[in-house]
């Protein structure tokens, strides 16, 4: 759902520099083999040369502060020369390329390629770690190397060469006054920003820019509507609930309703994964705290702290009454997000927030509220069922919205005791021995429970702490940002450049 959100980055891909980078690292040593000769490269030749590079980057960041992340800072310095020279390989500083690469697949890898990404780097068919530099890639490429030859003496002694060098710690500082992220030069910055945004594209959802695009128009609406910079978090609920800052609801152009419907469904998807996350959590600290090991015990300790009224379902008592309480604006977006600005159900955000508090505090009554947040879920999938296939992503397997909605509605009129219970057994407990056996690689145990003829077991000595997942909007506002599209503060909060 993020990925058709926000698609070709990361929530770690946070500078426009290391994009350029890459591609200066693949479009220079493609020069250098045309000035040396060179016409076959091999794996070891490519390989050799952007591990120098990307250890030099590594290793300027490393002795400065920089708020976002890059990959291989942690690594640990091999021991130097008698006259303070560093061997620059990977081997040598104990990096490993699948995880502390800048092409790395967790890194701006599947960002900077043209199938998946922003269409800077093209892979060369048949030669694997090859890529050909294209488009406004070879635009950040030309405009770094303006920068980086600014210090011929550098430039030529570790940069422009195939030949085995070594480097100094002052060889690492000097090179990044040059290539640090937050030093972007205008050429770099325009030919991000046609890559990541097009306002030709608005309103679509063939292309990946086109939904990049879309998303990022919602959030500037939002900002238009700010009358002071605000941050991802504040633009997030903004972008969902069509709210400004001091509560007043603004109306959204027609292209952007069906991106809005989205991300309230992505930010519905969210508060879906919290809850039952949070329940697991919750059954863990039962069992090591409270030494209760059936799920009947459970839902009995559950049930007496419930309080209706409290969870906002007035006088509902059971999960029928609860789901309809909850969504009845049926068949409207528009009515539900009404009912959370208004304030006759619960704002999810608010919601996600108290459980994330109240889990933070060790208060067991966070499952109440987690608990809420899937009948709540419920309730949207009934609203938003005709307007979006997001709700079928994952499947039963996964528990879907759809299919959360589905068996949740199942339930008929049964009591909150009950209903707990079986959300706990059907919906939590088996649910993690399913996706725990599915993920398990003959090497990493993943389960956390077990079932023993005493009742459940824990197979860990802490309870879960869940978190929401990040959802790459901090991302795309950091690169906006950078790209000129949009203006940030220190505080890292954002605006529309002409406020």
């Known amino acids: 759902m993020m990925a058709e959100m926000i698609p070709s980055i990361n929530n770690v891909t946070d500078y426009i520099r290391p994009f350029s980078l890459i591609c ?30 990307e250890v030099l980057f590594s290793w300027g960041a490393s002795m400065h ?18 006259d303070g020279q560093y061997a620059l390989s990977f081997k040598d500083w104990k990096r490993v390329q699948s995880s502390t690469s800048l092409i790395a697949a967790l890194w701006y890898g599947p960002a900077s390629k043209t199938v998946t990404g922003l269409g800077f780097l093209m892979p060369l068919p048949g030669k694997a770690g090859f890529f050909r530099v294209v488009g406004p890639g070879i635009r950040l490429a030309e405009a770094l190397d303006e920068r980086l030859r600014s210090n011929d003496e550098l430039y030529t002694r570790l940069l422009a060469t195939l030949e085995p060098v070594t480097a100094s710690a002052n060889d690492a500082t ?65 972008m969902a609930l069509s709210i400004a800052q001091g509560g007043e609801r603004y109306q959204l152009p027609e292209a952007l309703i069906t991106a809005r419907n989205l991300w309230l469904t992505l930010q519905m998807r969210q508060l879906q994964r919290l809850s039952m996350e949070c329940l697991l959590s919750w059954c863990e600290d039962r069992i090591l705290t409270d030494q209760l090991r059936d799920t009947s015990t459970m839902a ?15 006088e509902a008592r059971n999960v029928a009454e609860m789901i309809a309480f909850l969504g ?80 949740l509605l199942g339930l008929g009129t049964i009591s909150v005791l009950e209903a ?80």
């Open 420 to 499: 707990f219970r079986y959300v706990l057994e059907a919906m939590i407990v088996s649910q993690h021995f399913a996706t725990a056996v599915n993920r398990f690689d003959g090497q990493n145990q993943r389960l956390r429970l077990t079932i023993e003829e005493t009742g459940l077991e824990v197979l860990v000595d802490q309870s879960w702490v869940p978190t929401v997942t990040q959802d790459r909007l901090p991302t795309l506002l950091s690169l906006a940002a950078q790209a000129g599209i949009i203006v940030s503060n220190e505080e890292r909060s954002y605006a529309l450049a002409e406020m």
């Open 65 to 82: 502060k920089t708020e976002g992340r890059i990959p291989g800072t942690g690594a640990v310095p091999p021991n130097p020369t008698a």
């Open 24 to 53: 200066w690292i693949f479009w220079k040593f493609h020069s250098l083999c045309m000035e040396t000769g060179l016409e076959e490269p091999s794996r070891e030749d490519i390989d050799t040369f952007r591990e120098r590079i």
């Open 174 to 238: 000097a090179l990044w006054q040059l290539w640090a992220p937050d030093q972007i030069l205008e050429a770099e910055r325009d030919a991000f920003a046609a890559a990541l945004f097009s306002k030709d594209e608005i309103g679509k959802r063939d292309t990946l820019i086109a939904k990049r695009s879309t998303t990022l128009a919602l959030a500037m609406h939002h900002m238009r509507h700010c009358s002071a910079p605000a941050d991802a978090s504040e633009i997030r609920r903004g």
């Open 300 to 314: 009995e300790y559950f049930q007496s702290g419930w309080n209706s009224i409290e969870q906002g379902f007035g």
């Open 328 to 407: 009845r604006e049926e068949g409207s977006i528009n009515g539900f997000i009404d009912s959370v600005n208004e304030g006759r159900i619960v704002n999810p955000f608010e919601l996600m927030a108290t459980i994330q508090d109240r889990l933070s505090d060790d208060d067991p009554s966070f499952a109440h509220f987690a608990f809420s947040g899937l009948l709540l879920c419920a309730a949207f999938a009934g609203v938003a069922g005709q307007n979006t296939a997001f709700l079928r992503y994952g499947g039963p397997q996964r528990l879907s919205l759809e299919s959360l909605r589905r068996r």
